[in-house]
């Protein structure tokens, strides 16, 4: 019935820094579902960012994607990689970290899109919103008009140099065609913009946070993707704009089937909109399940702190209660081989001090989590004493040279 569409499998980036190699992302997996909606959730600093700017290849240097990989399943895009690249495909997966840079790429926009927390950021401040969503709704067109190649020409006629300096010359005549500005509009209204016809004509600073983010995700829609990338999209908003926002991420999912990949720190928007989800720690994801599992039927100690003590998961409201001690350094000559919560967990046993793998919890392994908890009881007696990880507590901006 349901197939994957992404498999992710022992992805780990890197960032090379004058003190270390920082283990942002590391030795991730995650299957998603065609469909459906996946939150990942987490402390600041947990990866989570990165993850997604790994899954679009965007990370940049000092970063690198360090191992693992990528596979996306698309028949057709599968049918044009598998002669040049037949160690990439298996089936109609791709492993998108097995073909060439242009080729990955090339799915940027057309098959994957991104949407931030700050749309400020996704947009040119010297253009027309309306036009920057038409040149979205091209670079899809001019995808699906020519296969997904190896090499994708993503540059068609209209972008010769003449067009370029037209463009630089009259800046608020840069639609391309008619039609996508058409198209332009209608995504404009379709994420509930008012008077979408003039309000396509206005540049970025001319509207609002709620509705600059609305007509983010009319330029993500653009490209019909096949799996959408939200990192904190709402949080910059009030709170009934937020609500306003995520459902109609939720209507636009129902809609085309796309597959979004949700990421937030606010767990009261995952328990909104999600059918799975996955906790984040240390760059890696520690329980994951459908939100029953996970909310209801919770195993790691890291995931029952952030739930807090609030049992009422509706509402926007933040619900991530501060867990006593600091976030780990990700810094891999400090990080060793314990289970990375270890310090902060009120449940760190004697087995603690090896890292854990990941467990199932359920016969159908829906439910998995990193934690010995997930096969034994927490026992008293062997509780790792007090002050155990007491000379490795400072995090990396107060850790001088002591050890
Ligand atoms: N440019 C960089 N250079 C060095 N380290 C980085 C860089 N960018 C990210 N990191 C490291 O990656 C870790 C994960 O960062 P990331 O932005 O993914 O966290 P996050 O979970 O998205 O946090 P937040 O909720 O605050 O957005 C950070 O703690 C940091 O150590
Ligand atoms: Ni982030």
Known sequence: MSETILEIDDLST????????????????LELERGEVFGIVGESGSGKSVTALSLMDLVESPGRITSGSVGYRNPSFAENMRTSYPDAVDGDLVDLRAIPEDARRSLRGTAFSMIFQDPESSFNPSLTVG?????????????????????????????????????????????????????????????????PAQRADEYPHEYSGGMLQRAMIAQALASEPDVLIADEPTTALDVTIQAQILDLLNELQAETGMTILLITHNLGVVARMCDRVGVMYAGEIVERGTLEDVFDDTVHPYTKGLLGSVPDLEGTADRLQAISGNVPSLLDHEMGDRCYFADRCPKAMDTCLEKPRSFDVDADGRHSVTCYLAEENYDPDRALEEGRFASEGAVSDVGGDSQ
């Open 14 to 29: 890197q960032f090379f820094t004058s003190e270390g190699k920082v283990n942002a992302v590391h030795g991730f997996d």
């Open 131 to 195: 036009e920057q969503i038409a040149e979205a709704v091209e670079v899809q067109q001019r995808a699906t008009a020519m296969p997904r190649s190896g090499r994708a020409k993503t540059r068609g006629p209209e972008y010769s140099l003449g067009s370029y300096l037209m463009s630089m010359a009259l800046p608020s005549k840069r639609y391309v065609t008619e039609s996508s500005r058409a198209r332009a509009i209608e995504l404009l209204e379709t994420v509930g913009i008012p008077d």
